[in-house]
């Protein structure tokens, strides 16, 4: 049975799993699903077709499943879906898909949103993201499994972010971040490793070690870039982390990647 206040407006139209906790002044769409042991703790809004993954908690005054900030959108049918354990902190907003790409906005396992975070229409999140205070996507972003993005930080719309990247506070990005790298800045460069992320992963120093080299030789003054990725791999191609660089790198995209300020050209 779910918990529901006196206070909280409900759709008859929205599905609720067990042990659901709804505290006060919250108000349910008609096409929202939440997940079993899910808390929504005081004055929070879901609307449109929103679905919130089990044993999530969502904090006072957030927004879930708002239309898009996308003047192509008419009302189509589109949606937005959280993973489990979410924890969505005060003043979140997320919003549902807009139209193109799959029309999608979509949220991994076990992502943190904290205070006045903001996720745009299609966005896709993998598992254990981290978004710091007032941290913005734009539209069409993609964030792999364990990123981080410090506070008061922007992503422009359709930017990609590789796994275990880090982005500082106060920066904005306007261009790809390779996995395990690190961004900083008013207009974001290359800056590094994630080697602390690394680290707390328990990856070990030798693949560490094997990682550095491959980024100096990668974003290096020698030759081209496709030069440059065939060095590495011929290297280093045995490291799964360097591979999934060299994979990110060489993706089919129209879009920049970031390259450290002292680095050579990345086409």
Do not use: W
Not at 11 to 37: E, M, R, W, Y
Request: charged share 15%; net charge neutral; glycine share 14%.
């Amino acid at each position: 049975m779910a918990n529901i206040h006196a206070t909280a407006v409900v759709d008859p139209g929205a599905t609720l799993g067990a042990d659901v906790s709804v505290g006060p002044f919250c108000v349910i769409g008609p096409n929202v699903t939440l997940g079993d042991g899910v808390t929504l703790q005081s004055h929070v809004t879901i609307t449109g077709r929103t679905t919130l993954g089990k044993g999530s908690t969502v904090f006072p005054f957030a927004s879930l499943g708002q239309p898009p900030q996308d003047t192509k959108y008419k009302g189509e049918d589109t949606e937005l879906t959280i993973g489990q354990q979410a924890i969505i902190r005060e003043h979140v907003t997320i919003h549902i898909g807009s139209v193109g790409d799959d029309q999608k906005t979509i949220i991994g396992d076990r992502c943190m949103l904290m205070v006045g975070a903001h996720v745009a229409h299609n966005c896709k999140l993998g598992n254990n993201v981290l978004m710091v205070n007032n941290a913005t996507l734009g539209g069409h972003v993609r964030l792999a499994d364990n990123v981080i993005i410090g506070g008061l930080s922007a992503v422009h719309q359709f930017v990609r972010v590789g796994e275990g990247a880090m982005i500082g506070g106060m920066t904005g990005v306007t261009a790809d971040l390779i996995p395990f790298g690190m961004a900083i800045g008013d207009r974001a460069a290359l800056s590094g490793l994630n080697i602390v992320g690394l680290k707390r992963k328990g990856v070990p120093r030798e693949e560490i070690h094997q990682l550095r080299q491959a980024y100096r030789m990668l974003f290096g003054p020698e030759g081209n870039l496709t030069e440059r990725c065939n060095a590495v791999e011929e290297a280093f191609g045995s490291n799964p982390r360097v591979k999934q660089i060299l994979d990110f790198v060489r993706s089919d995209t129209d879009r920049q990647f970031l390259i450290p300020h002292h680095g050579g050209s990345h086409g």
